[in-house]
């Protein structure tokens, strides 16, 4: 099994808090990718990263923001809490990006109340 | 992303053979990826297809027409743990990964 950890993987919070959930990885993958998956909406794309200090935006990024100063770790952070960000949250790390098998993590859990 | 378009729900029965098609926007797409998830666990990779062709795995099999944007996912001899959402994804030459909505596959006995 690939070695990518998510952290926590259930958390509840209260609306207006910020969040860190972060994933962490044993591969040294240049690529890493957060998603998060809600009923009738498959997983969509949060934001990604293609190295150290290199990220970029993905489908839905509004309210998150992301940081990767080393290549094991990436972090996504909700700044403030809504109860539209309750959902599920993977992170996923591949070695070519988009051309090679990606592995996620278990996921989190994330319930905003 | 990338309206990456797939139906929702399919059922069959064990034994049976399914066909789970896929369509994509064609334009920046590198190649398509299949993958499986079952209910509360994480994605696991099935299958990529960046030339166009079947490309065979045993019980699947995966498809792609890079010009007609179109793939599928063949899975043959069902078994009872098959049932799982099955996840088209795209990449594009900038690295992103897209996936569609996921198609629920339940297997009857």
């Known amino acids: 099994d690939a070695g990518i950890t998510q952290s926590p993987r259930h958390k509840v919070t209260e609306t207006g808090t910020p969040v860190t959930l972060r994933c962490h990885q044993t591969e040294n993958h240049r690529y890493m990718y957060w998603y998060r998956q809600d009923p009738g909406h498959g997983l969509r794309l949060i934001h990604y990263?293609?190295?150290?200090?290199?990220?970029d935006k993905g489908e839905v990024s509004d309210g998150y923001s992301v940081s990767r100063s080393k290549t094991e770790d990436f972090l996504l952070t909700l700044e403030s809490a809504t109860s539209s960000q309750t959902s599920v949250y993977f992170c996923?790390?591949?070695?070519?990006?988009?051309?090679?098998?990606?592995?996620f993590g278990q996921g989190t859990r994330l319930t905003v109340v | 992303g990338q309206n990456i378009d797939q139906p929702t729900e399919m059922t069959a029965t064990e034994g049976a053979i399914v066909q789970i098609n896929c369509t994509y926007q064609t334009s920046g797409f590198n190649g398509l990826f299949w993958y499986q998830q079952h209910a509360g666990e994480a994605p696991t990779f099935l299958s990529y297809n960046v030339l166009d062709g079947l490309e065979e795995k045993g019980r699947f099999s995966s498809f792609l027409s890079r010009s007609k944007g179109y793939s599928y996912l063949l899975l043959k001899e069902l078994q009872m743990k098959d049932s799982a959402s099955y996840l088209c994804g795209g990449g594009s030459t900038l690295g992103r990964l897209y996936f569609g909505r996921g198609t629920q596959l339940t297997v009857w006995p």
């Open positions: 990263s293609y190295g150290v200090k290199d990220t």
């Open positions: 996923a790390i591949s070695e070519q990006g988009a051309n090679t098998e990606a592995f």
